[in-house]
C-alpha cells in the first residue's frame, strides 16, 4: 500500500467532478461527434490521465506513478471489448446518433460507482484472502480462452435481465422522444427506448468488470491506484467510441492482443499469489516488465492489423454496425 496524501484524493474526485462537468456542458445540445471532435475529446482524456500520472509519480513515487500508468493503460486497453458491445446495443435498439452520447455519459456515471464497489470488494478481499488471486487468475484465463475462441461477444441487448427487468416494472414505448427518458402517456409514465439503453450499457459493464477488476488487481492492490487508473480510463471512453466507431473491425488483430495480455496478467496473478501463500522465493513479474509488455502487444496488434487487412467476414464475427444505423435484432 502506497502513502496517498489526503489531498491528492481530494485533488482525483475534484478532478473527475469537474471533468464530468464540463464533459455535459459541452454537449448539452444532442449533436452527432464526427470524428475530429472525438479525437479533440479523447486527445484531452489522455492528456488528463497522463497529467494525473505525472503527479502520482513526482508526490507518491515511482512505483505507484508506474502502477497507475500501467493499470490506466490495462483498462484502456480492456475498454476495446466495450466499444463492440456498444456497437450491439446501440444497433439493436436503433439509438440516434445525436442521442449516443448522453446515453454513454449515464453509462460512465454508474460505472464509476460500481468500479469503486467492486475494486474496494477486492482490494478487501485479496488484502486478507491472497490465495483468491488464483482464482482471479483463472477467470482471465478463461476470458483470454473465450476470446481466443470468438466467443467474447455474448452479450445480447435481448437477453439482457437488466432490461427484463426494466420492462417488468415499467412500461416502455418503442419511440424515441428526444433525449427524454420518461414521458406521459394516458396519464401515466412510460419509459422510453433511451432507458432500456442505459440499462443494457450498464449491465455490459457489470458483465467487462468481470475481467478487469481482478486485471487491474494484478498490477496493484492499492484502492487509490486501481480506483484512479479505472476512473481515468472509464471518463475517455466515450470519446474513444465515436473516434473509433465504424473503425473497430479493421483492428482485428487487437482481440488477439487483449487475449495475450489477459493471459500475461493471470500468470502474473498466479505468480504474485504464489510469492505471498507458498514460498517468497517464486519470482514475481515487476509492474515495469507488465507495462513494457501491454505496449509492446497493442503496437504490435495495430500494426499487424493495418499491414493485414481483415477479410470481409471481418473479426468479431463480422464488422460492428454502425452507431445507430443497424436493424433491430430479432
Not at 442521442?99 to 460505472?111: D, E, M, W
Request: no cysteine.
Amino acid at each position: 500500500m502506497h502513502d496517498v496524501p489526503l489531498w491528492l484524493w481530494l485533488v482525483f474526485a475534484a478532478a473527475v467532478l469537474v471533468s464530468l462537468a464540463v464533459d455535459l456542458l459541452a454537449h448539452r445540445q444532442a449533436h452527432v461527434i464526427g470524428f475530429r471532435e472525438a479525437a479533440a475529446w479523447s486527445g484531452v482524456w489522455v492528456g488528463l490521465a497522463v497529467l494525473f500520472g505525472a503527479v502520482v509519480f513526482v508526490v507518491v513515487g515511482a512505483d505507484a506513478g508506474v502502477e497507475y500508468t500501467t493499470a490506466w493503460l490495462l483498462e484502456k486497453s480492456l475498454s476495446v471489448d466495450n466499444l463492440f458491445v456498444f456497437a450491439l446495443i446501440f444497433g439493436y435498439f436503433q439509438v440516434p446518433r445525436a442521442y449516443q452520447h448522453r446515453v454513454l455519459f449515464l453509462g460512465v456515471l454508474g460505472a464509476l460507482v460500481f468500479r469503486a464497489l467492486f475494486l474496494a470488494a477486492g482490494v478487501a478481499v485479496v488484502n486478507r484472502f491472497t490465495a483468491v488471486l488464483f482464482v482471479f487468475a483463472a477467470l482471465l484465463f478463461y476470458s483470454a480462452y473465450k476470446i481466443l475462441r470468438e466467443e467474447d461477444d455474448s452479450f445480447d441487448p435481448r437477453n439482457s435481465l437488466a432490461v427484463r427487468m426494466l420492462r417488468k416494472f415499467v412500461p416502455v414505448r418503442e419511440e424515441y422522444a428526444g433525449t427524454r427518458f420518461f414521458v406521459r402517456e394516458a396519464g401515466r409514465l412510460v419509459a422510453t427506448p433511451l432507458l432500456a439503453v442505459v440499462a443494457a450499457i450498464e449491465a455490459a459493464d457489470l458483465v467487462f468488470a468481470v475481467d478487469s477488476v481482478p486485471a487491474v488487481l494484478a498490477v496493484s492492490s492499492d484502492t487509490f491506484i486501481v480506483y484512479s487508473s479505472n476512473a481515468f480510463a472509464i471518463l475517455g471512453l466515450r470519446a474513444l467510441y465515436f473516434m473509433l466507431a465504424g473503425l473497430l473491425d479493421r483492428f482485428h488483430y487487437l482481440s488477439k492482443g487483449l487475449a495475450f495480455i489477459l493471459a500475461f496478467i493471470g500468470l502474473k496473478l498466479v505468480l504474485q499469489a504464489a510469492h505471498k501463500t507458498i514460498s517468497t522465493s517464486v519470482p514475481e513479474i515487476p509492474s515495469l516488465v507488465s507495462l513494457a509488455v501491454i505496449v509492446v502487444v497493442l503496437a504490435v496488434s495495430v500494426v499487424l492489423s493495418i499491414l493485414r487487412p481483415p477479410p470481409d467476414s471481418g473479426a468479431h464475427g463480422g464488422a460492428p454496425p454502425a452507431p445507430g444505423t443497424a436493424p433491430p435484432a430479432g
